[in-house]
DNA sequence: TGCGCCATGTCAGAAGTCTGACATAGAGTC
DNA sequence: GACTCTATGTCAGACTTCTGACATGGCGCA
């Protein structure tokens, strides 16, 4: 194949990306089955933990534009997985919650999704995962330091 | 705003997709005033650690599949980034190697970006950086392991 | 030699996401 | 009240990436 000379493998920024890249592409493969895809899930989860998200907070939710969202959000209102009632408005805001329908299919989505969590966390000790929660906290609070809070997604 | 009642936040893949996006975002934001992507900027970075990269093997370091990173290679070739030969051609596969121009171009680009990974890492002790990289490791390991290896991407 | 098998490069179309834009609703200020 | 500012929902178009498909080249094995 190729020469490994230079070892790109010790960035912690280029880890992070193999990992987020793995963990996706093993969710996928297990919601593919299910006819659903990963930030089809993320939605439906947020609304499973939080009902009555707005389209704007489960797009910052997913990590998605809200732009994105609204597309995939009218989608499962078509597919009669999630209802925006017209009368819960309050001001602009609409807020959205699954149908029994949504709970349902969320049931396997989210024991297939949470198998893989498991699997990537195999092997590493109570106190490994602490310690990565808390490692990932510390990155994201720094990206976001000196961040003018005015940025898609 | 919405209820925080349900913590979605201790789970270990949200934390992952969370802080990758993050770091992602910081990417587009440097990168954005150089004209340049992040999948552009990989495939360049790539291409300068290990020059002579086949366009399936850039696939494979950036995360995306074979033909996204074909549509991008040929831009590149395009705009005198990239050369490929077709005198290197080694049966199917056709090396890939920056040309001066590519080189000055990711110059700025790397310095950018560092200064990202850089800003990541801030107030982490470097015991904690090599956990973080010994963790992520073993993440990506256990997440490829039960793998049939032919995925896409 | 001939065969199956796998990886590669590439094309074409589909799907998902993003950027840009507009109108509107609420909060704060004068 | 009038104003500005920010956030929201939504539409339209462009871009990126993916899926599917095909032909080709190297490799191992009968």
Redesign the interface.
């Known amino acids: ?6 070892d ?6 280029y ?12 969710m996928e ?1 297990v919601l593919r089955p299910l006819g659903m895809t990963v930030t089809h899930y993320s939605c439906l ?2 609304l499973a ?2 009902p ?3 389209n704007s ?1 489960l797009a910052r ?1 997913a ?1 998605v534009t809200r732009q994105s969202m609204n597309v995939l959000l009218q989608a499962l209102e078509r597919d009669g997985v999630v209802s925006r009632p017209v009368e819960g408005r309050v001001g602009k805001v609409l807020p959205a919650r699954l149908t029994e329908r949504g709970r349902r299919s969320l049931a396997q989505a989210s024991a297939a ?1 949470r198998s ?2 498991v ?6 000790t109570e106190e ?2 602490s ?3 808390r ?6 609070a ?5 961040d003018d809070g005015g ?1 898609q ?1």
Chains 1, 2 share one sequence.
């Not at 490692?135 to 994201?140: A, E, H, W």
């Open positions: 194949m190729a020469q490994d000379g230079v790109l493998e010790t960035s912690v920024g880890l992070l990306k193999e990992a987020a890249s793995a963990l996706r592409a093993e493969a989860e947020l933990q939080r009555g998200l707005s907070e939710g990590f999704v893989v969590e699997r990537m966390l195999f092997g590493m490994e995962q310690g990565a929660r490692l990932l906290r510390s990155m994201i720094s990206l976001r330091e000196a940025r997604p």
